[in-house]
């Protein structure tokens, strides 16, 4: 089991740039695959980035590629999500999810989300 914590939100102008990161307590972190999720007022919750086990793939919604970049550091149990260019309709809560396979489903363990707002 993993219990994952999110930091680094807040409120931003469009144009700027912030860096998540998800800390993860638990075994194995190192064997997980590592997602990026966001949830916007109204909307669903939606896939943002995802990552393998060893950093080797990445994956990213179409919404966010070239902007964001999803890494991470093993040996500090710590995924990031570097968002650049930020613009209003990123503004949602982010979640950083952990699970076993590669790809943008079937993540068994949640953090408790960060707010980015982004104004124009």
């Known amino acids: 089991q993993v219990q994952l914590v999110e930091s680094g939100g807040g409120l931003v102008q469009a144009g700027a740039s912030l860096r998540l990161s998800c800390a993860a307590s638990?075994?194995?972190?190192?064997?997980?695959?590592m997602a990026w999720f966001r949830q916007g007022p109204g909307k669903e919750r939606e896939f943002v980035a995802a990552?393998?086990?060893?950093?080797?793939?990445?994956d990213y919604d179409d919404s966010v590629k070239g902007r964001f970049t999803i890494s991470r550091d093993n040996a500090k149990n710590t995924v990031y999500l570097q968002m650049n260019n930020l613009r209003p309709e990123d503004t949602a809560v982010y979640y950083c999810a952990a699970g076993h396979d590669y790809g943008r489903f079937n993540y068994r363990y949640w953090g408790q989300g960060t707010q980015v707002t982004v104004s124009s």
């Open positions: 638990g075994r194995a972190f190192s064997t997980y695959v």
């Open positions: 990552i393998n086990w060893s950093g080797g793939f990445t």
